[in-house]
């Protein structure tokens, strides 16, 4: 690693602050993408934020039909306390493992946007709200391609907002070396249409398979989706699965989650 | 540099560290407790495991400024205060649920915290815990086994695969 300062504000408007200055600084979260990166040198900030002690953004609340997770909260507190929607508190559960679970963080993830990532599925899938240190971002406009998003630097994930639906599920097809997702499809059953995301599969990283959600509105049983498929051109072919596998596992893991989906 | 308190195993431990300190490296090359092993460096393998106020952390994956404060807890501190084998190290032995002994220390430091969690995990629930911690020698077989022993429950039922 190179040298870096390494600052632990306690209030948000001083990691902003800290992150606005003409030090070259990053935010860390749970360290579980940066350090590894940092140790790689792939990555040489003067200076780190912790966001780790800034309690305001800690947490999981649901109000009305709405969950909200601080964009500190570690994926463990998001398994643990995320009861409201069943699904992602699932996702969260079957992260990494234990200890990345402890640390990781949910505004890590979806800022790194990992093309292997579970959390940007689900944000993209329930149409959530990613809410900054400066402005509000649709998980539409968010997600701009592998490793790429909307975020300005120094931009902060305080909080994301999901709406809850009224049925759930994500499918993840585990890399059992790395436990990201091979394939993972998070599927969600809103009053006004269902939404299918996609995550580890393609090369532009998290999308929607909008003929799935069209075929899943009509009608939301597995046999929907029976005959529909994603073209193999623009998937991930690397050693653990060519771009027809993960195609083909698109559609599997489709309907295994719209099988499953509960409430 | 940076001064860094915290408490280890009980007791106060401080030292200077820089931004970049892994706690890992805290631990095993200021305060000389090297049972906390480095295996990977990457966060794959889980022979760094130890607690952070209480949870399971890669000790590789966190900087020593990042536990400013917290109570750690590493192999070192799990011994029973007559100095034998606590419970889960004890079943370790028992049931050969180790071999090289590299990814011991990590072993038991998520045995330890699983069993904080669940004092009485199923067999899948073990294994499962375990997804980040990497053992080349074992097969994992007689690690289940002896963290189900160590929670108390009959092991003679698994037999081996
Ligand atoms: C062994 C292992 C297995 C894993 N398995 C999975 C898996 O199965 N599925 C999965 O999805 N992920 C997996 N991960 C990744 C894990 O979920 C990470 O926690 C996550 O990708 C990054 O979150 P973090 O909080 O650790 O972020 P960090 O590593 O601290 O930061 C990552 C990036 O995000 C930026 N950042 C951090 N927080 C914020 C914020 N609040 N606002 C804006 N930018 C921010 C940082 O500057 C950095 O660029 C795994 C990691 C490991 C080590
Ligand atoms: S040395 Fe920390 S996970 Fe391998
Ligand atoms: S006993 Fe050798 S690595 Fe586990």
Known sequence: ?263 | MTQVSMTVNGKAARGDVEGRTLLSTFLRDQLGLTGTHVGCDTSQCGACVVHVDGKAVKSCTIFALEAEGAEVATIEGQANADGSLNVIQQAFQDHHGLQCGFCTPGMVMSAAALLKENPKPSEAEVRDYLEGNLCRCTGYHNIVKAILAASGQDVGAIAAE
């Open chain 1, 1 to 263: 690693m190179y040298s870096f300062e390494l600052e632990r504000p306690t209030r948000l408007a001083d990691a902003v602050k800290l992150l606005s200055d003409s030090t070259e600084s990053l935010p860390l979260g749970g360290g579980q993408t940066l350090i590894p990166t940092l140790k790689q040198r792939l990555a040489s900030p003067e200076r780190l934020v912790s966001l780790a002690g800034i309690a305001e953004l800690k947490g999981v609340k649901t109000e009305g039909g709405t969950l909200t997770v601080g964009g500190g909260t570690p994926h463990a507190t998001v398994a643990a306390e995320a009861g409201a929607y069943p699904a992602l508190a699932a996702l969260a559960g079957n992260i990494g493992d234990p200890a990345v679970r402890n640390r990781g963080t949910i505004g890590g993830s979806l800022a790194n946007n990992d093309p292997s990532a579970c959390y940007p599925a689900a944000a993209l899938a329930s149409g959530a709200t990613l809410v900054t240190d400066r402005r509000e971002i649709a998980a539409d406009d968010f997600f701009q391609g592998m490793f790429s998003t909307a975020l300005d630097e120094g931009e902060i994930i305080t909080a994301v907002r999901f709406p809850i639906p009224e049925a759930a599920n994500y499918q993840k097809f585990e890399q059992p070396a790395s436990r990201f997702a091979l394939v993972g499809v998070f599927v969600a059953k809103y009053p006004d249409g269902v939404r299918v995301a996609v995550t580890g599969a393609s090369e532009e990283g998290v999308f929607r398979w909008s003929e799935a959600e069209t075929a899943l509105s009509a009608d939301f049983r597995a046999e929907a989706v029976q005959g529909l498929s994603v073209p193999a051109e623009g998937m991930i072919g690397d050693l653990h699965g060519s771009k027809a596998y993960r195609a083909h596992l698109v559609g599997v893991m489709t309907k295994r989650a719209v099988a499953a989906a509960k409430g």
